[in-house]
């Protein structure tokens, strides 16, 4: 962390704010372009004083988030934890139709407390319909398992940190006081501005290729059929041996005008006559 720490004073390590600056307009400019994109970003932050700051991160962008203690295998084995999440669906139902009272009581029991953990564990990520774009982390150090979980599937990590961890691992760093609830609210609202202007540009660009695809390609040309240009070819001429004559082929429509015509002056001769 030496790069982004300002100075000491009295034994307390100040953090460079250029550095903090640069590390979020970098998140945030990376954040909005994987967004309107149409990807998802994961929210990672299981400290007791910052839950809240995570979950209203989440719910604001409509994001996934995880707040409890990290599940091993929530990117590396996803198909076990989408399992999980389609058993809380079946508990649910079975709260809902009254199915659960068909047990016994220790069997009810039984059930809703497993209902209540895979709620506590999973519920932040029952959104996530597959691997997400990046991952957003709170002090990356104490959520180490989640950031070696992102780099083995290949995911962007972006970290708020301060002087005590190890940026390595994390794609961008923004070097802040990870501890305080009001610094950690300050940053992570400005990278959810960034997650809100994406999707609502993704929104405005699905909007725009649905009206594309619904508005046809030969509107307003009417019913007249498209007008076909007259063939020019080239016939050998009875003269010199290297001479050709070009002959005009006219269009079917120009055909037509013309036996239109014809028959107009014929009907004009005959009444000349008569």
Avoid at 17 to 28: H, K, V
Avoid at 201 to 222: C, F, I, N, Q, V
Wanted: with cysteine; hydrophobic share 35%.
């Amino acid at each position: 962390m030496a790069p982004f720490i300002h100075g000491r004073r009295n034994m307390i390590h100040v953090i460079d704010l250029r550095e903090t600056m640069r590390g979020l307009i970098r998140a945030r400019n990376f954040l909005y372009h994987l967004v309107s994109d149409g990807q998802q970003i994961l929210w990672v932050g299981t400290k007791r004083q910052i839950k809240s700051v995570i979950a209203d991160a989440g719910e604001r962008s409509g994001m996934p988030t995880v707040t409890e203690r990290w599940i091993g295998g929530t990117l590396t084995n996803f198909s076990v934890i989408r399992s999980r999440l389609r058993r809380l669906e079946e508990l649910e139902t079975m709260e809902e139709d009254g199915t659960i009272k068909q047990y016994s009581k220790k069997a009810i029991a039984s059930l809703r407390r497993e209902h209540r953990k895979i709620t506590r564990n999973l519920s932040g990520i029952r959104e996530m319909a597959g691997i997400p774009g990046a991952m957003v982390v709170v002090d990356p150090g104490r959520e180490y398992n989640a950031v070696r979980e992102a780099r083995k599937m290949g995911l962007a990590v972006i970290g708020i940190l301060d002087t005590d961890c190890d940026p390595e691992g994390v794609d961008v760093v923004i070097p802040g006081n990870d501890d305080a609830l009001r610094s950690v609210r300050l940053l992570v609202e400005s990278l959810v501005g960034s997650v809100e202007e994406g999707g609502a540009a993704h929104r405005d660009r699905l909007a725009m290729t649905g009206s594309a695809e619904r508005t046809p390609d030969a509107e307003g040309m009417g019913d007249e059929p498209r007008p076909t240009r007259a063939q020019t070819i080239s016939r050998p001429s009875a003269g010199a041996s290297g001479a050709s004559d070009e002959v005009t082929v006219p269009t079917p429509r120009e055909s037509a005008e013309d036996d239109e015509a014809s028959e107009v002056a014929a009907a004009g001769e005959k009444a000349g006559d008569s």
